[in-house]
């Protein structure tokens, strides 16, 4: 019905608003619907006896993983199409971070620290 509006201003400004209320709709049903399959993953990854502890990408598509499967840990090779077995690891020796620096950080203190980098150029 709004399509069939004249060329008016109005029916413009109308065909206009309409389009960006359904954007703005749109953008928050992504945003909502990002942030529950996110938590779900994340409380599914949290609730098993697999975790990965550390990741170090040693070439493209080529990563060095430390895991813990129960009480035991293990060094793997994880490449494109295969997943190798390295070792067992001592966990003694390990330096294990109590976070990998994401958890603890918010937007708002990213953002901050963005502003204050430009804000040092």
């Known amino acids: 019905m709004i399509l069939a509006l ?8 109308v065909q206009f608003l309409t389009v960006f209320v359904l954007f703005i709709f749109v953008l928050l ?8 399959v996110a938590g779900y993953q994340k409380n599914k990854m949290m609730s098993g006896n697999i975790h990965v502890l550390e990741t170090f990408k040693i070439a493209n598509n080529k990563f060095i993983q430390i895991i813990q499967i129960g009480d035991k840990t293990f060094a793997i090779g994880v490449g494109k199409d295969s997943v190798t077995m390295l070792g067992e690891l001592n966990e003694e020796t390990l330096i294990i971070k109590e ?8 937007f708002k203190s990213l ?7 430009k804000l040092k150029k």
Do not use: P
């Open 111 to 117: 953002l901050d620290k963005a502003k204050n980098i």
């Open 29 to 36: 049903l992504c945003a909502f619907t990002t942030r529950f």
């Open 6 to 13: 004249n060329n008016s201003s109005t029916g413009s400004f």
């Open 99 to 106: 976070t990998d620096g994401f958890e603890s950080m918010d």
